[in-house]
């Protein structure tokens, strides 16, 4: 049980157009889900928490209005990257929980390149 | 299907002692393991790694094991400080292939005073 699918995996797009990357949860409720960003050094760094029905909380220095965050249901929450650069390349990854005392559950990740 | 598995989910460990945590996998194609922590709030920092052609890396306090046979690793942290209490992360890829990277669940670590 507990399976978060994510997609696309991969996704090349060009220089300023927008790419929405979904994150689902499969057999469980996700009240919470976390998007994150792998830099180099393996690091995940949190983008943002999002809480279904209500608007998403970002981490210093995240830009709300590049990163769209949209939880709408209790099982699925995207993120759109919009008017993509560059240096947007990454490689960008979800979680979901129905109780963050829990435990977590990992998307498989989506390798974005702009060019 | 769950390719990395963390069948522990919590861990309680008394301060100084040793504390194991284990992994195991599905996936014999996967060359890279790692382990990363993750305190509430904050997204997950990297630990430690180790390579498929390796069976052990060290690194201070916490030392990683693989068995490839058993398709089996494990992070030990010795001695253990209340510091390390958060969750660990197993988590493996195909580093020559795909750099995408699968998550087990994560153990929630307690070190006991």
């Known amino acids: 049980g507990a399976v978060v699918s994510q997609h696309p995996s991969r996704v090349i797009c060009k220089s300023g157009t927008s790419v929405k990357i979904e994150c689902r949860s499969l057999?469980?409720?996700?009240?919470?889900m976390f998007w994150y960003r792998q830099f180099p050094k393996q690091s995940l760094m949190l983008m943002a928490t999002?809480?279904?029905?209500?608007?998403?909380?970002?981490e210093q220095g995240v830009e709300k209005d590049k990163f769209l965050i949209n939880h709408a249901s209790l099982t699925l929450s995207t993120l759109t990257v919009t008017s993509a650069h560059p240096e947007d390349s990454s490689f960008y990854i979800c979680?979901?929980?129905?109780?963050?005392?829990?435990?977590?559950?990992f998307g498989s990740g989506t390798r974005l390149t702009v060019v | 299907d769950q390719q990395v598995k963390q069948n522990s989910p919590s861990l309680s460990v008394q301060e100084g002692r040793i504390s194991i945590l284990n992994c195991d996998y599905t996936?014999?194609?996967?060359?890279?393991f790692l382990w990363y922590k993750k305190y509430p709030a904050e997204g997950p920092t990297f630990l430690i790694s180790?390579?498929?052609?390796?069976d052990k890396n060290e690194d201070g306090r916490f030392t990683v094991f693989l068995n490839k046979s058993a398709k089996h690793l494990s992070l030990h942290i010795v001695p253990s400080q209340p510091g390390d209490s958060a969750v660990y992360f197993c988590?493996?890829?195909?580093?020559?292939?795909?750099?995408?990277?699968?998550f087990g669940k994560g153990t929630r670590l307690h070190i006991l005073p």
């Open positions: 979680s979901a929980s129905s109780d963050v005392n829990y435990g977590y559950t």
């Open positions: 057999d469980f409720q996700a009240t919470t």
């Open positions: 999002s809480n279904e029905g209500s608007k998403a909380t970002y």
């Open positions: 996936n014999s194609m996967f060359d890279y």
């Open positions: 180790i390579s498929s052609i390796k």
């Open positions: 988590a493996a890829s195909l580093m020559n292939r795909d750099d995408k990277i699968i």
